[in-house]
């Protein structure tokens, strides 16, 4: 199972090296000069070995072939055949006393070795050999050479899972478990219930974003999917700002013919809160007043608004209206 081969050097070289490269590391490696490994290499194929027990082989073929050397392995020819088309014994050197010693960093030209497995490859980010992400794993060890009491995550081989098992103390365990919970509680309960208080306090901000004369921060306040109905006509949220847009506008033309910025006064009454069961909505009747230029424009609206809380936010999700726009004479033509 273990039957003793004999060692050929057949000339040729591996993927990438050049002979000058080839010639060095056979020099290097069989601890001969440059130009005897050259010759070696130009009279191939050449037995550098006669005999070499089967457990020590792979040994050898590993180093001759890191050295980028084609070397194969022959099983001992009988000696009657022994003289009839076998390559030759390197008759220069002591060949059979040779004792391989491992080169210390393999040289591929242009190239590099791969740090995990020793693959010498072209210059890439993946090995040939075993898939590995060179650099991330030339990091790790540098990482681990600076900061030898520091764990550093092993680099997954191909296929394998990069993540690592998770290790707590059943109190760190616990307070993750009321950490998710009160999370999950928040997004689905906390964070969509509404109060009576909280439906009051939206119209509070309404009038802040009003008096601002910022349609953002008005259409801020609205629902993604909230619908209006003023006056009969039907409106999303893009129209609903749009026309908000449209409407500061107008009061800011109107300023400016007049020489100076239009005062706002708004009064808001909220005359009831009803908020439903589940406390996930709530039905407000408002009626509000909003005066332009002192008495230049007059407009009062009754509606019945509804309101509704998420991620902690109460926003308007519909609104049914009436309006009534009153303006002076002198504003008419």
Same mark, same amino acid.
């Given at each position: 199972m273990h039957d003793p081969v004999r060692l050929v050097l057949t000339g040729e070289l591996q993927p990438g090296i050049s002979p000058e490269t080839a010639a060095g590391n056979l020099a290097t490696l069989l601890r001969i000069d440059v130009e005897r490994a050259r010759q070696l290499l130009d009279a191939a194929p050449k037995i550098i070995k006669p005999?070499?027990?089967?457990?020590?082989?792979?040994?050898?073929?590993?180093?001759?072939?890191?050295? &980028?050397?084609?070397?194969?392995?022959?099983?001992? @020819?009988?000696?009657?055949? #022994?003289?009839?088309?076998? !390559?030759?014994? %390197?008759?220069?050197?002591?060949?059979?006393?040779?004792?391989?010693?491992?080169?210390?960093?393999?040289?591929?030209?242009?190239?590099?070795?791969?740090?995990?497995?020793?693959?010498?490859?072209?210059?890439?980010?993946l090995c040939l050999g075993c898939g590995v992400d060179m650099p991330r794993f030339r990091s790790a060890q540098a990482e681990a050479a600076r900061q030898p009491q520091q764990l550093v995550p092993p680099v997954p081989a191909p296929g394998e899972s990069s993540r690592l098992p998770i290790r707590l103390?059943?109190?760190?365990?616990?307070?993750?478990?009321?950490?998710?919970?009160?999370?999950?509680?928040?997004?689905?309960? &906390?964070?969509?219930?509404?109060?009576?208080?909280? @439906?009051?306090?939206?119209? #509070?901000?309404?009038?802040? !974003?009003?008096? %601002?004369?910022?349609?953002?921060?008005?259409?801020?306040?609205?629902?993604?999917?909230?619908?209006?109905?003023?006056?009969?006509?039907?409106?999303?949220?893009?129209?609903?700002?749009?026309?908000?847009v449209v409407f500061f506008k107008s009061i800011e033309r109107i300023g400016n013919s007049m020489d100076g910025i239009l005062q706002l006064d708004s009064d808001i009454n909220v005359r009831s809160v009803s908020v439903a069961t589940d406390k996930r909505r709530a039905v407000v009747r408002v009626d509000s007043t909003l005066d332009v230029g002192g008495s230049i424009m007059n407009i009062r609206s009754q509606s019945t608004d509804t309101l509704i809380r998420r991620n902690g936010k109460v926003l308007l999700l519909r609104s049914e209206s009436v309006s009534r726009i009153e303006q002076l004479d002198r504003m008419q033509p």
């Open positions: 005999s070499v027990s089967g457990k020590e082989t792979a040994h050898y073929l590993a180093h001759l072939k890191r050295a &980028g050397v084609v070397v194969r392995a022959e099983p001992l @020819a009988p000696p009657a055949d #022994a003289a009839r088309g076998q !390559a030759a014994i %390197s008759d220069d050197l002591d060949i059979a006393s040779l004792t391989v010693v491992p080169v210390a960093e393999p040289v591929l030209e242009n190239g590099i070795a791969c740090p995990a497995c020793g693959r010498q490859q072209p210059p890439r980010t103390s059943p109190g760190k365990w616990l307070l993750l478990a009321l950490v998710l919970v009160v999370a999950a509680w928040w997004f689905f309960i &906390g964070g969509r219930t509404i109060s009576d208080e909280q @439906a009051r306090a939206f119209y #509070a901000d309404y009038e802040n !974003a009003l008096f %601002s004369r910022d349609p953002k921060n008005l259409c801020a306040l609205l629902a993604d999917d909230f619908q209006g109905l003023s006056n009969g006509r039907e409106s999303d949220k893009e129209q609903a700002c749009a026309e908000t």
